[in-house]
């Protein structure tokens, strides 16, 4: 029956079916005692089956046990270990974890660290900028000599006299139709924009014909009072009036007249920024503003050096 019972737990092998070598292996009988029958009736009753037990040994029990018992069952598996701490401002518990108001300090740094840079990278590519068009306008020193001419009260002018003042310059004449007038207003304009800021210091607007045979003291005196108030108009002979526009590398040219006499001057429409030592700093085309022209001056006039030493 013991036999029997072991048989039946070591089949399956299954999950909870328990090993055949685990269950309690019947101890042997005890040695007979001299004098004894030789035989003994095994237990079971009358119609049992006997059995010798003189020599019997427990390798008789183990024969009755399944094969795959008779071998060593294996070690029970140990435990998985935990897996190792990550490293970094986690792994320290939660004490050594910064705070959410030092993460944001942190962000907050990283962010004004790069603000910086950007803005470090801006301000050397503008002072690259200036360096390089300060070289090309010393290179080009537009402005450069004198000229002598009247202006609309007959008084002699010279270059010198606007030396030490920001001038903003127009070549034109009376008898334009269109163009002239638009370009002086603009120019009047940007003058009265710059007036407006404390602390810039004053611009002179002026205007230079390219048209002496018809735009002598008198025509000036009448054509620049519908402009700025300050607006200075220049004037001489046509030897005079040439050289003034060739320091600045302006062209004129007059066109054919017509019956009654009258005609057209063909020339270059710029605004021409000088500086305070009388050079050439920008110049503004039609599609400038009169914002855009004072802008420009106001930031000439924050970064000026001059070109000549």
Not at 72 to 92: E, T
Not at 256 to 281: A, C, M, Q, R, S
Request: proline letters at 11%.
């Amino acid at each position: 029956m013991g036999a029997y019972a072991h048989a039946q737990n070591g089949r399956g092998g299954g999950e909870g079916a328990q090993c055949a070598c685990a269950l309690p292996v019947p101890a042997p009988p005890p040695l007979p005692v001299p004098g004894a029958s030789a035989a003994r009736r095994a237990p079971g009753g009358a119609g049992g089956t006997r059995l010798g037990v003189r020599g019997q040994s427990p390798a008789m029990f183990r024969a009755l046990l399944p094969a795959r018992c008779l071998t060593r069952c294996p070690p029970p598996r140990p435990p998985p270990r935990p897996p190792p701490p990550r490293r970094g401002l986690r792994s320290r518990a939660g004490a050594g974890a910064l705070p959410l108001w030092g993460r944001v300090a942190v962000a907050a740094g990283a962010a004004a660290a790069v603000g910086a840079g950007w803005l470090y990278l801006r301000e050397e590519r503008e002072r690259r900028r200036r360096a390089r068009r300060r070289a090309e306008l010393r290179a080009l020193a537009l402005g450069q000599g004198d000229f002598g001419l009247l202006d609309q009260e007959g008084r002699r002018r010279s270059k010198a006299d606007f030396r030490g003042q920001w001038v903003l310059l127009y070549f034109g004449f009376t008898h334009c139709p269109d163009i002239c007038p638009e370009e002086l207003g603009k120019l009047s304009r940007a003058v009265a924009l710059l007036e407006r800021e404390p602390g810039l210091p004053p611009v002179q607007p002026l205007f230079i014909t390219v048209d002496p045979e018809r735009d002598d003291v008198a025509a000036l005196g009448r054509y620049v009072r519908d402009f700025h108030p300050r607006l200075l108009g220049l004037t001489g002979s046509p030897e005079e009036v040439r050289a003034a526009g060739s320091a600045y590398r302006v062209y004129a040219s007059a066109g054919p007249k017509d019956e009654d006499g009258d005609y057209l001057v063909d020339h270059t429409v710029v605004i021409y920024l000088l500086g305070p030592d009388g050079l050439f700093l920008d110049y503004y085309g039609r599609s400038k503003t009169d914002v855009q022209i004072a802008q420009s001056v106001r930031r000439h006039m924050e970064t000026y050096e001059p070109l000549l030493d």
